[in-house]
């Protein structure tokens, strides 16, 4: 188990929105937008908000103009609402993942696991519902976590802020 693992759980443990936070998402978001955010466990927001600021500092540095990837990074793990994980729960189902080199992943008939894999592709199907988002949104929420795509800019940007965070 890696040392970032361990800041992860403390962070989770930590986590609370402050005032630069919600005023942060409620820039970005519309009301239906922050009302699913705010359905995330805390320390879920706050991920989502780190690597949302992260993403907005590369734009900048790169003097890339992406909103709409500021807004993904928002939502990317809005998936996660299908079932929260406390931060105990979820360092479990980190270290047996592990452990167990991803076998777990057979065990997705129970809710807390499938929604651990499959939240992308969970949170992608919720957005796609509302039907207010294009393919390229869509898109870029559903592969957040798919490391065989490579070379496509944005969505490169997103996993690496989402890993670092």
């Known amino acids: 188990m890696s040392l970032y693992r361990v800041k992860q759980f403390y962070w989770s443990l930590i986590s609370k929105m402050d005032?630069?936070?919600?005023?942060?998402?409620d820039n970005i978001l519309n009301d239906n937008e922050k009302q699913l955010f705010n359905k995330l466990a805390t320390y879920e927001q706050k991920h989502c908000i780190n690597v949302a600021q992260d993403v907005l500092r590369i734009c900048k540095e790169d003097e890339i103009s992406n909103e709409v990837l500021i807004?993904?990074?928002?939502?990317?793990?809005?998936?996660?609402?299908?079932?929260?994980?406390?931060?105990?729960?979820?360092?479990?189902?980190?270290?047996?993942d592990s452990i167990s080199k991803g076998k777990l992943k057979r065990l997705n008939s129970l809710k807390s696991v499938d929604v651990y894999y499959n939240h992308a592709e969970k949170g992608y199907n919720i957005l796609k519902d509302i039907g207010n988002y294009n393919e390229r949104f869509l898109y870029l929420i559903k592969n957040h976590h798919n490391n065989s795509i490579v070379g496509d800019r944005e969505l490169d940007i997103l996993k690496a802020c989402d890993s670092r965070n």
């Not at 005032?19 to 998402?25: A, E, I, L, M």
């Not at 993904?72 to 047996?96: F, Q, R, W, Y």
């Open 19 to 25: 005032s630069k936070d919600k005023d942060f998402v």
């Open 71 to 96: 807004k993904v990074a928002l939502l990317h793990d809005i998936g996660k609402v299908c079932k929260t994980l406390n931060p105990i729960e979820k360092s479990l189902m980190v270290m047996i």
